[in-house]
């Protein structure tokens, strides 16, 4: 059973582009969670989906960011017209069905490092 | 304030040194992660407790939910325990502490 699978791992964009990073979770598990790790800063909570639904985007920049997670494949953590501030690590966690609970254990992803220049 | 504070910041120890981390919060929960990320940047999840201790070969995990209040223990500490512990508690969203930075010394 592969674990949360994350690509790319490092991402290079000139500031404007549009950044796209995936994540898939491991098999049976349809809750998704996203973090950013800004430089020499904690993780911090950007947004929490499940199947078709996002459940808690309080963590997510309100211009800019947006997450989905379809019916079919990954999830995905869009930024558009990135700037140099958004560098920095994303890391995607995933957990299993508990009853629609968000307290149960989190796997996460090793990361996309994301270089804005 | 921080909804977690984790203690230390830093801590440098020799090898086999007996290592205590503690992490306190103040949102209410009913459990609480203890994570690992190593300098290559993955995380590892480590614990999720709810209550009393867990254990999980050299690692040692305690919480007091009144005190609102978690150790990470590590015995007979070793250069590959060197990496930043992380405290997480799940409230509206997933809190984290800063992190702790352990190096351990050979």
């Known amino acids: 059973n592969a674990g949360v699978m994350q690509n790319p791992r490092h991402l290079v964009r000139r500031r404007g582009q549009e950044a796209r990073l995936r994540c898939s979770p491991m098999?049976?598990?349809?809750?998704v969670y996203w973090y950013r790790q800004l430089p020499e800063e904690g993780l911090k909570f950007m947004v929490y989906?499940?199947?078709?639904?996002?459940?808690?985007e309080s963590g997510m920049p309100k211009e800019r960011f947006s997450a989905e997670f379809p019916k079919e494949g990954p999830s995905i953590l869009r930024i558009q017209q990135v700037v140099r501030g958004d560098s920095a690590a994303y890391f995607c966690?995933?957990?299993?069905?508990?009853?629609?609970?968000?307290?149960?254990?989190?796997?996460f992803g090793p990361g996309t490092r994301l270089t804005v220049l | 304030k921080n909804e977690v504070e984790q203690s230390p910041q830093n801590l440098t120890a020799q090898e086999g040194e007996f290592i205590t981390i503690n992490c306190s919060y103040s949102?209410?929960?009913?459990?609480l992660h203890w994570l690992q990320q190593h300098p290559g940047g993955g995380i590892v999840s480590l614990f999720m407790?709810?209550?009393g201790k867990k254990k999980h070969g050299r690692l040692i995990a305690t919480i007091n939910i009144q005190e609102k209040h978690s150790s990470l223990h590590i015995t007979a500490s070793h250069p590959r325990d060197s990496a930043v512990y992380i405290c997480?508690?799940?409230?509206?969203?997933?809190?984290f502490g800063t992190g702790t930075s352990l190096t351990v010394i050979p």
């Open positions: 966690a995933s957990s299993p069905i508990l009853g629609g609970s968000r307290l149960g254990e989190q796997f």
């Open positions: 407790l709810s209550s």
């Open positions: 989906l499940q199947k078709e639904n996002i459940i808690d």
């Open positions: 098999k049976g598990h349809s809750h």
């Open positions: 949102v209410g929960i009913s459990a």
């Open positions: 997480a508690v799940p409230g509206n969203q997933f809190y």
